[in-house]
């Protein structure tokens, strides 16, 4: 009996071994330096630097707070936008704590642009937190806050919103979206006049 336990014990441990080695160690040492060689940017978070020093990520939603700039959707990830903290509020529907919220947003929201109803996306947060796109409509929404605070055409801004545009992979899979990052950027190389 004890010799057929340990008869059976040594391949066992043995392939627990080697896969644990395999797809432990090896597998993800081989997938990094494909990814280093082949994707560097990719790889190591689509990072964006200005004069050597990092400023944001394409990939990762940051919290833009000034009325100079598109804003993002809420994020419940942390303390907003923390990527150690990735998740969602976990508030359900019926939650009176979502509703008072989404409701403050929409009042605080509707000040900044009257008329329109704002878009669902501007006081939903996502399933992550850290989402780094808003949809056309929502992005659109903030286009007349951003030129009037910036001194521009409302409709140049409106009109690099449509071509910030991404469409959905292949045509059909995702959603229209926008890059809010890539949009802040460009809105910058617009320039501005001097603010008072």
Do not use: C, W
């Amino acid at each position: 009996m004890d010799k057929d336990l340990i008869s059976s014990l040594r391949p066992a441990l043995v392939m627990t071994l080697l896969f644990a080695a395999l797809l432990g160690l090896a597998y993800p040492l081989a997938i990094t330096g494909i990814g280093q060689a082949f994707f560097p940017g990719q790889a190591n978070g689509s990072l964006v630097r200005e004069k050597g020093i990092v400023v944001g990520s394409t990939v990762v939603g940051q919290a833009f707070a000034s009325e100079r700039y598109f804003h993002s959707r809420p994020s419940a990830a942390g303390d907003g936008y923390d990527g150690m903290a990735s998740s969602g509020s976990n508030l359900g529907p019926t939650s009176q704590a979502l509703a008072d919220r989404v409701r403050a947003d929409v009042v605080r929201l509707s000040e900044t642009a009257p008329g329109p109803n704002v878009p669902p996306d501007l006081v939903t947060t996502s399933a992550s937190g850290l989402d780094p796109h808003i949809s056309p409509e929502a992005a659109l929404y903030q286009s007349e806050r951003v030129a009037r605070v910036r001194g521009l055409d409302p409709t140049k801004v409106r009109r690099l919103v449509e071509q910030a545009v991404e469409t959905p992979l292949l045509g059909f899979l995702g959603e229209p979206r926008v890059n809010l990052f890539k949009l802040n950027r460009r809105l910058d190389a617009l320039g501005a006049k001097p603010a008072r």
